[in-house]
């Protein structure tokens, strides 16, 4: 299984990105998807999920400007990434739930670092005021 994310750059602040994570060996449509991001000196942290069914959870930080969605044709996951601040400056990754259409109904799960068994390489985000 392997996780390539990319469409990180750097952008002014209010602006928009779009991140994309091609997901190779596993269908997206199956399992639970996650983007995490680590800002310089800072722990990883939850920025999305997205579960097999379709439902979504966002931290409280990117809730109603970042949108997680992915195209199940492409084994792919996006990020859109509206109203950038510089606090959204980290390495973005994604990230993938190795349980066969979970149906785990707690939302702490998909927040959740260990949850999460394969990741992507990171791409940076920095986002200059």
């Known amino acids: 299984v392997q996780l390539q994310a990319s469409g990180g750059g750097l952008v002014q602040a209010g602006s928009s990105l779009k991140l994309s994570c091609a997901v190779s060996g596993r269908t997206v449509s199956n399992y639970a998807t996650g983007w995490f991001r680590q800002a310089s000196g800072k722990e990883r942290e939850f920025v999305a999920a997205i579960r097999p069914g379709g439902r979504t959870y966002y931290a409280d930080s990117v809730k109603g400007r970042f949108t997680i969605s992915r195209d199940n044709a492409k084994d792919t996951v996006f990020l859109q990434m509206d109203s950038l601040v510089p606090e959204d400056t980290a390495v973005y990754y994604c990230?993938?739930?190795?349980?066969?259409?979970?149906?785990?109904?707690?939302?702490?799960?998909?927040?959740?670092?260990?949850?999460?068994?394969?990741w992507g390489q990171g791409t940076q985000v920095t986002v200059s005021s």
């Open positions: 990230a993938l739930d190795n349980l066969f259409r979970s149906s785990v109904s707690d939302s702490a799960y998909y927040t959740t670092r260990r949850t999460y068994d394969f």
